[in-house]
């Protein structure tokens, strides 16, 4: 089975990829920050940070996935319509992040001065970046990671949509979205994310798994020749999705066709099946689903920390020692606003708003 611990375990990869992504991709970043790399040159190490920037599909295809599944089993006796179904996902993605807002809001504050700057000092702006749509409109945010909580209400948007279709046409909806994705225009671009249209494909492809229950199946087969046959099949995804990535990375610069996304979200799903199936002994299990727990406060805050906080994260110039600087900064930050919000009850007190709100629309 395809349970909450194996989705922790590729969360837990996730966040690992995502913060070397971020401290590797960028050349003049590293230069500016004065990064030293003790047994890979710099120009090795950048091109397998780009390639990392896989994260983020497979970070999409949990959301999607997850969210096909509820939306799957709204009947019975405590059934919800689709709109709160919609309004029920909100929350619950809005209450996760306006602590970290929050947090940001007033970090930045004491460490570069008014944060309304960034707004232009409007406050109209200020609320887009509350309600985490302003990459969306191009306007300010004080967290440039915060363009994926735009997409993430997407997804909520999309989900509903493809129901249907993926229900009907199973994973033939992968392909023929490929194949219609030629046709839509790529006008609606992250500042931070590249094209919305890059994450359509492996939104289709998770959606469609739900439907066919292809991660339980995967998870629970097993083969015939034992041992080998697993070791094998273990080689087969790393290989496959290894081989996808530099592919991706190949073509980056001349995809005219979306084939990018394709090849990200098929990545991102031998990636998921490798972890699920494969991490399982508990030294490396243990490790990466507390990872995965906190992996979403720390999606959301890492970005502060080497901005704004950059002198604390590279205070070595070490790239082994800042890595992991900012690794358990980002996790002391997670586990510091979960006891805080603990302590105030902060979930449950939202929770009981989204229930009066969600009865109001069933009333």
Same mark, same amino acid.
């Given at each position: ?14 966040? /690992? ?6 401290? =590797? #991709? ?6 500016? *920050? ?5 047994? /890979?040159?710099?120009?090795?190490? +950048?091109?397998?940070? !780009? @390639? ?12 999607? #996935?997850?969210?096909?599944? +509820? ?10 319509? *689709? ?22 809001? =007033? ?7 008014? &944060? ?14 509350? =309600? ?20 993430? +209400? ?18 033939? !909806? ?8 030629? =046709? ?14 890059? #994450? ?18 995967? @998870? ?25 990535? !530099? ?5 980056? +610069? ?18 998921? !099946? ?13 490790? /990466?689903?507390? /990872? ?7 999606? @959301?805050?890492?970005?502060?920390? #080497?901005? &704004? ?48 709100? *969600? ?5």
């Amino acid at each position: 089975m395809f349970t909450k611990a194996e989705t922790a375990r590729v969360k837990g990869i996730g966040i /690992l990829l995502l913060l070397f992504h971020h401290l =590797f #991709y960028n050349v003049d970043f590293v230069e500016k *920050t004065k990064m030293e790399f003790l047994f /890979l040159s710099e120009d090795r190490i +950048q091109p397998v940070a !780009v @390639m990392a920037r896989v994260c983020v599909w497979l970070f999409v295809f949990l959301s999607a #996935y997850g969210l096909s599944l +509820q939306y799957q089993k709204r009947g019975g006796a405590n059934s919800e319509s *689709t709109l709160q179904f919609l309004i029920r996902r909100w929350f619950s993605l809005m209450k996760a992040f306006w602590p970290v807002y929050v947090f940001v809001f =007033f970090g930045y504050w004491i460490v570069r001065g008014n &944060p309304m700057r960034v707004y232009e000092n409007s406050v109209i702006r200020m609320i887009a970046d509350v =309600f985490a749509v302003s990459d969306f409109f191009q306007t300010g945010l004080l967290s440039g990671v915060w363009w994926y909580m735009c997409l993430a +209400q997407i997804i909520v948007l999309l989900i509903p949509l493809i129901d249907s279709p993926c229900e009907r046409l199973g994973m033939a !909806v992968v392909p023929i979205g490929f194949l219609l994705s030629q =046709f839509i225009p790529d006008s609606i671009h992250s500042k931070y994310g590249g094209s919305y249209l890059n #994450y359509f494909l492996v939104i289709l492809l998770a959606a469609a798994c739900a439907k066919g229950d292809v991660l339980n199946k995967l @998870m629970s087969r097993k083969m015939k020749h034992g041992k080998w046959s697993e070791v094998v099949f273990a080689t087969v995804l790393f290989l496959g999705a290894a081989g996808l990535l !530099v592919l991706r990375f190949s073509i980056s +610069q001349n995809d005219l066709w979306q084939i990018c996304g394709l090849l990200s979200a098929l990545a991102a799903f031998l990636i998921i !099946v490798l972890v699920g199936r494969y991490f399982k002994a508990h030294v490396i299990s243990a490790p /990466l689903e507390f /990872l995965g727990k906190h992996s979403g406060n720390m999606f @959301m805050v890492h970005a502060f920390f #080497y901005g &704004p906080c950059s002198a604390l994260v590279f205070w070595s110039h070490n790239a082994i020692l800042s890595y992991f600087t900012l690794l358990v900064m980002s996790l002391a930050f997670s586990i510091s606003i979960e006891a805080i919000k603990k302590w105030s009850k902060y979930n449950k007190r939202m929770t009981t708003v989204t229930n009066w709100v *969600t009865s109001k629309l069933h009333a």
